[in-house]
């Protein structure tokens, strides 16, 4: 008899948008991107404020797991030119906005933004809120490289308002490490954990992968005892996109590396109930918090959403990306810059917005998209009676009453809520609901596997 592993463990996307990248028409160019965030801004910017993801893609060295954008070098001189690129950028969006910009939440990723020195982060910031507004309590973050993290990152970024850090664990098993050629130890985490906690950082999160070669129930377990022992607020434990087609770094292992489909569904078990039993408790996708955690607290306040940069506390309607492939969003559009470092530098030096890819959602993308973030962020969805013929027209209650069969949802007339079976297949039961992938199902080799 097919396990459920079998049948649901196929090629599917992560859902950070719907629409997902490869099927975007490109029907949003650079100058109908600046009406939308001129329209959005001008809609939520004195309500709700707006999000700001800035792309730092630099690294000394090249982690073979990751799927990020990155660039690698060992030449520090790279840093002034791109921060000055940045905020190149970020002055073109204020010319669209025409009045401070209220900042709500800003996030630093990578690559490896504790690449840059503490300085030249202190330039970017600064330049970013010089003539900005932040709303009260914001949100700041950035992610870390625990090895190369100093006191001084953690000072600069604490006095220019961050409060939140974000350390790349992975796995802590020397032989797991040396595989996927990232390197930190137990007490480099923990060393950069307690002078966070000691600045005054009121959430520190880790990030730990399942499905990594050569891991095992025992590596597994005894990451998690360490990680446990040193009390992260919160935990992303999400599982290795295998994509050597896309990342030939990950070609440096090979598939008899890796575990099986059982296997890796038993890595993740057992970390999960490691986490479990240590009071953490389960939120949207992959994401683990602790009770006291305003991750927690948004979701069981019905306030918990899902952009590019992965979970929030609460829906802001404009979200801007700076950087190379960065990603923006304006609710009705998306809007990705160019992904190479020097194309991009070109591009806002001759002050033009660097968007290279674009999306401008229709009515029915808005609608699917409503249901795929309840699912990922609510664990269900309903419709109206009016909406269920369009459902049913367009094959998507056939595919729920399948997942319903499998235990993984419970449907009723007009709504779902997923099982604790299905929360591992989460993004399958989003699958059931993107009708852009259905009327067009994707060549081989264009998403990971879902589990």
């Known amino acids: 008899m097919k396990t459920l592993i079998d049948k649901y463990d196929i090629a599917c996307p992560r859902y950070t948008s719907y629409p997902t990248v490869p099927y975007w028409e490109n029907n949003s160019s650079a100058d109908d991107y600046k009406k939308q965030v001129k329209i959005t801004f001008d809609e939520s910017n004195d309500s709700s404020g707006i999000s700001l993801y800035i792309h730092l893609p630099f690294c000394e060295s090249l982690c073979t797991y990751c799927g990020c954008n990155t660039r690698i070098t060992v030449n520090h001189k790279v840093e002034s030119p791109y921060i000055d690129a940045v905020l190149s950028e970020w002055n073109l969006y204020k010319a669209v906005f025409k009045k401070p910009a209220r900042i709500k939440e800003l996030h630093l990723g990578g690559g490896t933004p504790t690449f840059f020195s503490p300085e030249n982060l202190k330039k970017l910031i600064s330049g970013i809120l010089e003539g900005s507004e932040t709303i009260n309590d914001p949100k700041f973050s950035f992610e870390a490289h625990p ?35 990232r390197h930190q130890t137990f007490e480099e985490v923990q060393q950069v954990t307690s002078l966070a906690r000691t600045l005054g950082y009121t959430s520190i999160s880790y990030d730990v992968i399942y499905g990594l070669p050569f891991q095992t129930l025992e590596s597994v377990s005894e990451t998690f005892k360490k990680v446990i022992a040193l009390a992260p607020d919160r935990i992303s434990f999400y ?23 059982e296997y890796k569904r038993s890595l993740y078990e057992k970390g999960r109930d490691l986490l479990n039993n240590a009071a953490y408790c389960e939120i949207g996708m992959d994401h683990f918090a602790l009770p006291h955690d305003e991750l927690f607290v948004a979701e069981s306040e019905g306030r918990l959403h899902r952009n590019f940069m992965g979970y929030t506390e609460g829906q802001n309607k404009l979200l801007v990306g700076l950087g190379v492939s960065a990603i923006g969003d304006t609710w009705t559009s998306f809007a990705q810059n160019i992904k190479d470092v020097e194309s991009y530098q070109e591009a ?13 959602l229709s009515e029915e993308d808005l609608f699917i998209r409503r249901h795929i973030l309840n699912i990922m962020c609510h664990y269900k969805t309903e419709w109206l009676h009016e909406e269920l013929v369009f459902l049913r027209e367009n094959g998507v209650i056939k595919r729920l009453h399948e997942l319903a069969h499998d235990g993984l949802i ?42």
Not at 348 to 360: A, D, E
Not at 417 to 445: H, Q
Request: proline letters at 5%; aromatic letters at 10%; one cysteine or more.
């Open 239 to 261: 599982s290795y996109a295998h994509v050597p087609w896309k990342r030939p770094g990950q070609r440096r292992y090979n598939e008899n590396d890796l575990p099986s489909k």
């Open 348 to 360: 806002v030096s001759l002050g033009q917005l660097p968007v290279v890819n674009g999306h401008h």
């Open 410 to 451: 419970d449907l009723q007339h007009n709504s779902f809520s997923v099982s604790e079976k299905g929360k591992i297949f989460l993004r399958n039961i989003c699958l059931a609901m993107d009708l852009r992938y259905w009327r067009k199902i994707p060549e081989k080799d264009t998403f990971s596997k879902a589990v």
């Open 147 to 181: 090895a190369n993290t100093s006191a001084a990152h953690l000072e600069v970024l604490y006095n220019l308002g961050f409060r939140r850090l974000s350390l790349g664990i992975q796995d802590f098993d020397p032989i797991v490490q040396e595989a996927i050629h």
